[in-house]
């Protein structure tokens, strides 16, 4: 799943998704919009979130995703420092960032969520600091 509200940044992190053979959910420019491919049952191992959307935090699809135990990736223009403790454990790339890097996160990610979540439910069993130097 990618929740991202810059149509560029989204369109490059679904085709770079995509050659590398993922099936993608989205990309959503709103809360409200993932949100609601949650509620329709859409399939989604591993997501990718930009914590921004138009001024509207990403808090309620975190939520979202915490309560399946779906484990995400934090794409952000903001320090992990100036984010939320409790988002804190995801992985976060820090805008721009190599794509390679994320693409990387997020096939470990898949992996997890495959495996069953044998983490006793918690998405993030070992906390993940990236730090990228260069967008897509």
């Keep these: 799943m990618v929740v991202e509200d810059e149509f560029f940044q989204a369109d490059d992190l679904a085709a770079a998704l995509g050659r590398a053979g993922a099936r993608l959910v989205g990309p959503f420019a709103t809360v409200e ?16 979130l930009d914590t921004n959307l138009r001024g509207a935090a990403v808090t309620p699809v975190i939520a979202a995703l915490s309560q399946r135990a779906i484990p995400y990736a934090l794409a952000t223009g ?13 992985p976060v790339f820090q805008k721009p960032f190599e794509i390679s890097v994320l693409l990387d996160a997020i096939a470990e990610l898949c992996c997890r969520s495959r495996q069953g979540r ?8 070992g906390r ?3 730090s990228a130097p260069r967008f897509l």
């Excluded at 919009?33 to 990718?48: K, P």
């Excluded at 903001?78 to 995801?90: G, I, N, T, V």
Aim: charged share 30%; no cysteine; proline share 5%.
């Design 78 to 90: 903001y320090d992990r420092d100036m984010l939320p403790a409790d988002w804190r454990e995801a």
């Design 128 to 130: 993940r600091t990236v």
């Design 33 to 48: 919009a993932a949100l609601a491919a949650l509620e329709r049952g859409e399939h989604v191992d591993a997501a990718i």
């Design 118 to 125: 044998h983490t006793n439910g918690a998405a993030f069993p």
